[in-house]
T-cell receptor, first 118, second 111 residues
C-alpha cells in the first residue's frame, strides 16, 4: 500500500530558529500533499494544501511567511517553521494523494512530526 | 456551528462490547466519508471510507452514513484492547482531497 514518510519524527529547537519537516511519498507520486497541525487531544487542523510545482494554498489564519511550504517534486514536500516560538510547538502531520484525488485514491498520512520549541 | 461535530468521549467499554462512534455534519455538499484511527503520537490510519448512504462492513467495523440526517457512524463489534485509540471522522467533497475532521473520540477498551 501507499506509504508516506515524515522526517524528523521529533525535533526540539530553540526559540527563534527555523525547523524543516519533510514529507515523502515512498511508492507513489503525490501531486498534492496536505499539512495539518494537531494540538494535544484535538483534531487535525488543515494548514495548507501543497501542489507540486506551484505555490501552496494556505487556510485562513495560517501565516504564509511563518509556515513555508515547498513541494519541489512529486515525492517530496517540506514545511519550514520559521523563527519558531513556543506556541508553534505542536504535532505536524502531512498527507498525500495521487492525482487526481478521488474517493478510491484515498489520502495516506505520515506518522507525524512533534515539534517542541524551547 | 462547526462543519463537523463529533462526540469527544472519552469512551470506556469492556472487551467484547459493541462500540458506536458518531459524527454529525452541516454541509450537504460532503460526498465522501471516512473514519481514521489514531494511536497516541502517531499519524491517522484509514479504517473505512464510503460515498453513499447505507452501511459498509469490513470485518468488525461497520460504517454507516445517513445523508438525509447528515449523520455518520462507526460501529466496532467485539471490541478489543487493541482498538483503544482516538477515532476521527473525516468528510470531503470534490477532487481536491481536502478533508474536514471531527474532533476525535478517544476510546478505551478494558480487558
Amino acid at each position: 500500500g501507499a506509504v508516506v514518510s515524515q522526517h524528523p519524527s521529533r525535533v526540539i529547537c530553540k526559540s527563534g530558529t527555523s525547523v524543516k519537516i519533510e514529507c515523502r511519498s515512498l511508492d507513489f507520486q503525490a501531486t498534492t500533499m496536505f499539512w495539518y497541525r494537531q494540538f494535544p487531544k484535538k483534531s487535525l487542523m488543515l494548514m495548507a494544501t501543497s501542489n507540486e510545482g506551484s505555490k501552496a494554498t494556505y487556510e485562513q489564519g495560517v501565516e504564509k511567511d511563518k509556515f513555508l511550504i515547498n513541494h519541489a517534486s512529486l515525492t517530496l514536500s517540506t514545511l519550514t517553521v520559521t523563527s519558531a516560538h513556543p506556541e508553534d510547538s505542536s504535532f505536524y502531520i502531512c498527507s498525500a494523494s495521487g492525482s487526481p484525488f478521488s474517493g478510491a485514491n484515498v489520502l495516506t498520512f505520515g506518522a507525524g512530526s512533534r515539534l517542541t520549541v524551547l | 456551528q462547526k462543519e463537523v461535530e463529533q462526540d469527544p468521549g472519552p469512551l470506556s467499554v469492556p472487551e467484547g462490547a459493541i462500540v458506536s462512534l458518531n459524527c454529525t455534519y452541516s454541509n450537504s455538499a460532503f460526498q465522501y466519508f471516512m473514519w481514521y484511527r489514531q494511536y497516541s503520537r502517531k499519524g491517522p490510519e484509514l479504517l473505512m471510507y464510503t460515498y453513499s448512504s447505507g452501511n459498509k462492513e469490513d470485518g468488525r467495523f461497520t460504517a454507516q452514513v445517513d445523508k438525509s440526517s447528515k449523520y455518520i457512524s462507526l460501529f466496532i463489534r467485539d471490541s478489543q484492547p487493541s482498538d483503544s485509540a482516538t477515532y476521527l471522522c473525516a468528510l470531503g467533497s470534490g477532487n481536491t482531497g481536502k478533508l474536514i475532521f471531527g474532533q476525535g473520540t478517544t476510546l478505551q477498551v478494558k480487558p
